[in-house]
């Protein structure tokens, strides 16, 4: 706790790591945890034997209140059914259109200045993606980016990221403290917090069953009277258009996906950017692939995928910084902890006996 309060955690994990080797075994409130960095493991727990491990068992009960059932929250059919609802909005046909993009990215290299003074690009790279997702997914952007004088509309997603990042930093420290989550504040006070945030968007789950409702009636427009977003397919529409009559269902998977988006790619792009800052010669590659393309060119998901060092870069981001030293941004991970539990016993590959080099085995709940 001390070392998340100060935000000194992944100090901490390091120091671990450093001490006791890429992956050791602690007591959790009398439950066996092992952590780990190596990457057979993770590959391991994530992909080859990814159907005996589960996330419910460590992410409903500190998660669930404000998350919901969701694909980050559940297993087995639950998740499953999450999954299907959200594929089809997230095909490639869907998101490839970057055209909602547009005008976050302009605000977004407005605030970048023009004289070569040195600024902090990590906030204004997590408000231009905070900007669009939460356009993508609620229709209605926070307007980090946008100049002052806000509007009734941005002013009220504002003050909904507020009380969400609140409710985010009790749902942190539940996981850190477990059965006695109670230390760091009344459990009825969480709860109140999670239903301040639910108020909120299903407010705008009403607000888009009635638009909804309305726009099927003859001679009335389709067209929202406050504007519309910029992208094609919005998140909370879709949802509305299938499942109209179950809100609980929506905001639960609104509340999982946004949980996911909330900064992630925002703190990729910015990690992204810092180390190309220090890799001129890979800063150059990847400027002068981007100069090639024609102002004309339509930036599709095809298109994009084409743009090979570009792709690499985000992909893998191995930059020489010197002869003896290349960063991985693929090390660089947005999200600092995945928790997983056995849900049947199973044996990892790597990471016991006194070299690390042992395989492991895991009993369900460990």
Not at 178 to 191: A, Q, T, Y
Not at 237 to 248: G, Q, S
Request: proline share 5%; net charge positive.
């Amino acid at each position: 706790m001390k070392y998340t309060k100060a935000g000194k955690l992944l100090a901490l994990d390091a120091e671990l790591f450093a001490k006791y080797g890429k992956t050791f075994h602690t007591l959790f409130f009398g439950r066996n945890h092992w952590m780990t960095m190596n990457p057979l493991v993770i590959q391991t727990v994530a992909a080859t034997q990814a159907d005996k491990f589960g996330s419910a068992p460590s992410n409903r009960k500190p998660a669930g209140p404000l998350l919901g059932d969701g694909a980050f929250t559940t297993d087995g059919h639950i998740w499953k059914r999450s999954r299907e609802l959200l594929q089809p909005v997230f095909s490639r046909s869907q998101v490839s259109q970057l055209s909602g993009l547009k005008s976050h990215l302009q605000r977004f290299l407005k605030r970048i200045p023009r004289d070569g003074s040195t600024i902090d690009i990590q906030p204004l790279a997590q408000g231009l993606f905070l900007d669009s997702s939460m356009e993508f997914i609620f229709g209605k952007s926070s307007g980090s980016l946008s100049p002052s004088g806000q509007t009734r509309r941005t002013t009220k997603a504002k003050q909904f990221l507020e009380d969400f990042d609140e409710g985010l930093r009790r749902m942190r420290n539940n996981y850190m403290t477990d059965k006695i989550s109670w230390l760091v504040g009344p459990e009825k006070k969480w709860l109140a917090q999670c239903a301040k945030i639910h108020a909120t968007l299903e407010g705008y789950i009403d607000e888009e069953i009635k638009f909804q409702k309305q726009s099927r009636l003859p001679g009335t427009s389709s067209k929202p009277k406050n504007g519309s977003s910029g992208y094609q397919h919005v998140l909370l529409k879709e949802l509305v258009k299938k499942y109209p009559d179950d809100k609980t269902l929506i905001r639960n998977e609104l509340m999982n996906v946004f949980f996911a988006a909330r900064d992630s790619v925002g703190t990729v792009t910015s990690s992204m950017l810092f180390l190309l800052a220090r890799g001129p010669e890979s800063w150059g590659k990847l400027r002068e692939e981007v100069a090639a393309i024609a102002p004309e060119q339509e930036l599709t998901f095809e298109f994009l995928k084409s743009l090979k060092y570009v792709h690499a870069v985000i992909d893998e981001i191995e930059i020489e910084i010197s002869a003896n030293t290349c960063i991985a941004l693929r090390l660089i991970h947005p999200a600092d902890r995945a928790w997983r539990t056995c849900l049947y016993t199973c044996i990892l590959p790597r990471g016991g006996g006194k070299s690390g080099n042992d395989p492991i085995l895991l009993q369900p709940g460990d």
